[in-house]
């Protein structure tokens, strides 16, 4: 309501103020008003006006909060709105695809590596950082050495490594061909021998493994969080992405099938998803963002002041806007 109600006055002003003096036309004054006006003025004192309206225009939505802007209940009821609307919806996707697919192709025909397209210096110093990362995080190693998959990992790798210990050093074969036995009755009793081993001793390996897992995943996590082996894991990172710099970039594309696949699956959610769980989005976002004003996250006269051109280029788009002229 205030931005509005500020607009009504700033308008009304402006109109009266062109009516008392007729020195220039304000580009606020509505289009019908300006057309007697704006043709008697020089162009350039109009651009002028333009470029203090742009001015004025980013001084007042700076300050202005996120809220002030668009209340959370206007952006609930916009996605609601989009959302529902199921010939946007197919018109939105049909785009979506068409310029995916153009993106897709752009990339599989990309065979230059990344390391190439950034360069040296660049690549350089993305290995540094990474290089220089300090260790992981615990948690998040905890959560991943403990899940299910790692955990049957680590109960295969080890039950595996149990039985090719066993067949290895072949205990009983050794035994068996130390005693007085002819051989193809000594040959079918090491083959036998080996048969029962496997099942009886399979059972107790799945056995021991139950619990000795858990052993293993927890010096394991202690493993890769010590200190004293964070500099072999970070080189160890920049290995990892060194390799992936070094590979086609059509190499790094997914497949085509698993790109459609989450296409779809992007587009499905967006047609079925829950308004209650979009407000707790939103409400999420508002609740650290509701507050905050464009002055919170960057001093604009700096940038402004800082770079001319894009004050010039700003500028030109509000002139283009407002007075629907085109730009020279």
């Given amino acids: 309501m205030k931005p509005m109600l500020g607009f009504v006055l700033l308008t009304t002003h ?45 001084d007042w939505v700076r300050q202005e909060t996120l809220t002030d802007l668009i209340p959370k209940e206007d952006v609930l009821a916009i996605i609601d709105e989009l959302l529902s609307n199921e010939a946007l919806m197919d018109d939105s996707e049909e785009l979506v695809t068409k310029n995916w697919e153009k993106l897709e192709r752009k990339l599989r025909e990309e065979t230059r590596p990344p390391r190439e397209i950034l360069g040296l210096e660049t690549t350089d110093r993305i290995l540094a950082s990474v290089q220089s990362m300090d260790g992981y995080d615990p948690q998040a190693v905890n959560a991943f050495l403990e899940s299910e998959a790692v955990n049957s990992l680590f109960s295969r790798v080890l039950y595996d490594g149990i039985f090719e210990f066993f067949q290895k050093i072949d205990v009983f074969g050794q035994i068996i061909n130390g005693l007085p036995i002819l051989g193809p009755i000594r040959k079918q009793i090491v083959t036998e021998t080996k048969r029962q081993l496997d099942r009886s001793l399979g059972p107790l390996v799945q056995k021991f493994l139950g619990t000795y897992t858990k052993i293993a995943v927890r010096e394991a996590s202690e493993f890769v969080l010590s200190p004293t082996n964070q500099k072999a894991f970070s080189g160890a990172n920049v290995k990892l992405v060194s390799s992936l710099l070094d590979r086609p970039v059509n190499s790094l594309v997914p497949s085509s099938d698993l790109s459609e696949k989450l296409r779809k699956e992007i587009f499905e959610y967006l047609r079925s998803v829950d308004m209650e769980d979009m407000d707790t989005y939103v409400s999420f976002a508002y609740d650290f963002l509701g507050d905050k004003s464009v002055d919170n996250v960057m001093d604009v006269d700096k940038v402004l002041d800082a770079s001319p051109t894009l004050t010039r280029t700003i500028d030109r788009i509000w002139d283009k806007a407002v007075n629907g002229v085109e730009a020279e």
């Fill in 14 to 58: 402006t109109m009266l103020h062109v009516q008392e003096s007729h020195s220039f036309a304000p580009v606020l004054v509505p289009m019908a008003y300006r057309s007697r006006f704006a043709y008697s003025y020089p162009t350039n004192h109009a651009l002028t006006l333009s470029a203090q309206s742009a001015r004025q225009a980013i």
